[in-house]
């Protein structure tokens, strides 16, 4: 478990010009009667895990803007949306079954954070931020599957000091993918919100929110 003066120390190791800044006060808090430590651990793996997905999506949006995949995306034969649309145009013309399946993937790959894998302790509870479990049980028991971090465990010999760079390089550059695909986004739908990408930035009319937009709603 982590405390606020960890958490004041940490701001220090990652942008030593801003330091620790706070301003609503989260890192006092108490969410839901767990304590202030467990609402500390939540807040960090929050942060690590957004930090996360916003890199991925950062990398996709750039990736697709400009690739895809020359194989079939569907059974029937149908290609990949084309790479002279907007990435969330993309996304809008992908099937509702594909879109399902990835909400599948990502619902079970929650569960299984959330559960420790069986294993860990619940990041509330002591378990380092951001430590996704392995996967041995479900191989133990299911299927072979590879750890979704280090699968061929190259990190064992890695030493304590670069581990623990890496890791705040890590946590910088997913508040920097945070605010670059966010920036991203707000582009393309308010044309001129972000003067730095005029020119790089294409109009889209459609819900960035919505990612079932006219394929499935509980209306």
Request: hydrophobic share 40%; aromatic share 12%; net charge negative.
């Amino acid at each position: 478990s982590e405390s606020k003066s960890d958490l004041q120390a940490l701001a220090k190791k990652l942008n030593p010009t801003v330091g620790y800044y706070d301003p609503l006060e989260l890192s006092d808090g108490d969410f839901w009667g767990i304590g202030n430590e467990a609402t500390i651990g939540f807040l960090r793996q929050s942060e690590i895990k957004h930090g996360r997905v916003a890199m991925a999506a950062f990398v996709g949006y750039c990736v697709q803007s400009n690739f895809h995949f020359p194989w079939p995306q569907t059974l029937a034969g149908d290609p990949f949306p084309d790479v002279n649309l907007l990435p969330e145009a993309q996304w809008d013309a992908c099937p509702v079954a594909a879109k399902w399946q990835i909400f599948v993937v990502i619902s079970f790959l929650e569960v299984w954070d959330e559960s420790g894998g069986g294993d860990l302790p619940h990041y509330t509870n002591g378990r380092q931020p951001g430590k996704f479990p392995s996967f041995q049980l479900f191989r133990d028991n299911i299927h072979p599957i590879l750890d979704l971090y280090d699968p061929f465990q190259r990190s064992k010999k890695m030493g304590a000091e670069l581990k623990e760079r890496r890791l705040t390089m890590e946590i910088n550059n997913g508040r920097l993918a945070m605010l670059g695909i966010m920036g991203f986004l707000v582009a393309d739908t308010i044309p001129g919100s972000v003067p730095a990408l005029d020119g790089v930035a294409s109009p889209y009319s459609g819900q960035v929110m919505n990612p079932f937009e006219g394929q499935f709603s509980y209306l």
